[in-house]
């Protein structure tokens, strides 16, 4: 969804072509109501307050907090970094403009329209990609959602989840929490406690839903985190295509986003969903970027529900994240594809989790790791099937390529089979963009640079071949790979 | 056309070409051929300016330009063409994708407009039929998962599309049956033009049979140490390498 990175198709020296320009690290100059930095239950109360929510969900949030209290900071992952002071991150921001709520279209401030317009995403209905409907999330809160009259007529709610639990507090009470718990771990209760936005979903029973969704978060204000809170419902027998995207400004320091989503699959249900991650990435000494730690898990409780996750992570300075799936429903499927590109001093430690508990579930995992510079890249994938899964199925194929030789690839795959009958398959491997394969392009006429990233989206292509056609295009561009001493 | 002259050259600090003079004129066909490990396949490569090939000493001089100075994507732009000995396999890199990208920076160079799809596919079928090339191969990736003789098709049917005026075919027929290496030699006879030069490096005699040289050179221990015409390599065919170096050596 980040159109953001408009590739400027010039033609650079090798020298010059180290690291492409992050195209969407400008700040937009907004009037924002900010609270200062630090966490207590004085500034859950005011979020719930803001946001005028019911009494259930501040006793949530504030039993996630004191839950969270009790945990501490995981380091397991493949991941270096300095300690995160979470008394100096300020954990709400929002444009004034916006302090009522998002508005109708016309009424939006202009400076957001156009950093969103700078972003590749107009926000005007008649103006936007046909068949896609954006909830653009600003910092803390959701600016504008369109095309939500056209959903509403085929039964669909698509909207700021800070609205749902206003409009739909039964769905919401429901579901919220039911499939990532807020003690799930510590940043999903970090999450619980201080979520102030992101999307929600309801796809009513038997509706395919008739155009594809998506969410575009920005992260503008400095020192703030962007914590959102994502929920998807699938009744029975619905379907949905939803995407995300996300980009942030060129700041030295970091900052920190810690989102949860969650994805409902009752019977029959389908949901495929495409992140596009742009994070600022940091510069190429590590300074600055952004910590994406997420948690993604979807439930497919319902039997032959599906669910896909695709995800291309090209930015960020940590990415921590494994989107998972729960198949509990007999025959259920769950797909997870993945393209993580590390370069400079990124460092990224993703995969997914398949648990099988439902019998004949089936889950693909394809997992490719680019590393370039210096950046850090990290596999790590449970496939679990447990008792009661007969017939389970998994197949994992996952693949990373280096560029150059002073960036790292891992691969931790993690396997607990308790049923006798299933089958599982396993293929790994690790190349180096082989001196031989960039001189037969450039003996071809192909420059170095082109000839780079043409072998890095050849690898890619499984995975970008999962998502739509507009956001595949987005993605080849995203993956241009910088080549200084690429090659040895 | 093609004026190499005391070319030395070192791989991984050892030297290789000791000192190779030859002149190619446009549209001949040379033939060089020698023992294992005498230089053919650096002299290929250097030709081609291949990373890791050390040029201490010598020229090499195209149409009137310094070869050596240019990057290998240049040389290609200029008409050079290297068939590889073993062509390597880029997974999930469309064959027909590749090839656009050549053709196109080509053209850019020489300030011709770019082909669009409709044409290049146009372009490619006709092309695909000189070597007898599946269609179905030009939407796989780029060499994955052909044989050792489709690989080889490949090579001769990507010098087709690019048209280049100097080509070297780098043991074009080892690997190749009866068949194949039939198929092959027949592409290349199709493509040789008046102003078009090739250079066979080759071990064997066999393919000579197929694709008639202009000249054959003997290339042994870094230096051609004998030229002369076809008649050269019937009689290597016969003899073996020992007698010319021994000549050469008196």
Known sequence: MSDATLTKKTEPKPEEFTNNEYEAGFVTDIDSDTLPPGLNEDVIRHISAKKDEPEWLLNWRLEAFRHWLTMSEPHWAHVQYDKIDFQSISYYSAPKSQEDGPKSLDEIDPKLLETYEKLGIPLREQEFLAGVAVDAVFDSVSVATTFKGKLKDAGVIFCPISEAVRDYPELVQQYLGSVVPSGDNFYAALNSAVFTDGSFVYIPKGVRCPMELSTYFRINALNTGQFERTLIIADEGAYVSYLEGCTAPQRDENQLHAAVVELVLLDDAQIKYATVQNWYPGDENGLGGIYNFVTKRADCRGPRSKVSWTQVETGSAITWKYPSCVLRGDDSVGEFYSVALTKMRQEADTGTKMIHIGKNTKSTIVSKGIAAGHGQQAYRGLVRIGKNADGARNFTQCDSLLIGDTCGAHTFPYVEVKNPTATMEHEATTSKIGEDQLFYCRQRGISEEDAVNMIVNGFCKDVFNELPMEFAVEANRLMEVSLEGAVG | ?250
């Open chain 2, 1 to 250: 056309m093609l004026k190499i002259e005391n070319l030395h050259a070192s791989v991984a600090g050892k030297e290789i070409l000791k000192g190779i003079n030859l002149e190619i004129g446009a549209g001949e066909v040379h033939a060089i051929m020698g023992p294992n490990g005498s230089g053919k396949s650096t002299l290929s490569n250097v030709i081609a300016g291949r990373d890791g090939y050390k040029v201490t000493a010598g020229s090499v001089t195209y149409n009137g330009k310094d070869l050596l100075a240019m990057e290998p994507e240049e040389r290609a732009w200029e008409g050079v063409f290297l068939a590889f000995q073993y062509p390597v396999e880029i997974p999930g890199v469309n064959n027909t994708y590749m090839l656009k990208a050549g053709v196109n920076a080509k053209r850019k160079h020489q300030g011709e407009q770019e082909l669009d799809a409709i044409d290049f596919m146009q372009l490619v079928k006709e092309k695909a039929k000189l070597v007898e090339l599946n269609e179905s191969f030009l939407s796989r990736g780029v060499n994955e998962g052909f044989s050792g003789g489709e690989k080889k098709r490949n090579e001769i049917f990507q010098m087709a599309v690019l048209e280049p005026s100097l080509a070297l075919l780098d043991e074009t027929d080892s690997g190749l049956d009866i068949d194949a290496l039939r198929i092959v030699a027949n592409g290349v006879n199709k493509l040789r033009r008046e102003d078009r030069s090739i250079v066979m490096v080759t071990h064997y005699q066999r393919l000579l049979d197929y694709i008639e040289p202009d000249f054959v050179h003997v290339l042994a221990d870094g230096q051609i140490l004998k030229s002369g015409d076809k008649s050269l390599a019937l009689e290597l065919e016969s003899r073996g390498y020992d007698w010319v170096k021994e000549e050469a050596a008196a």
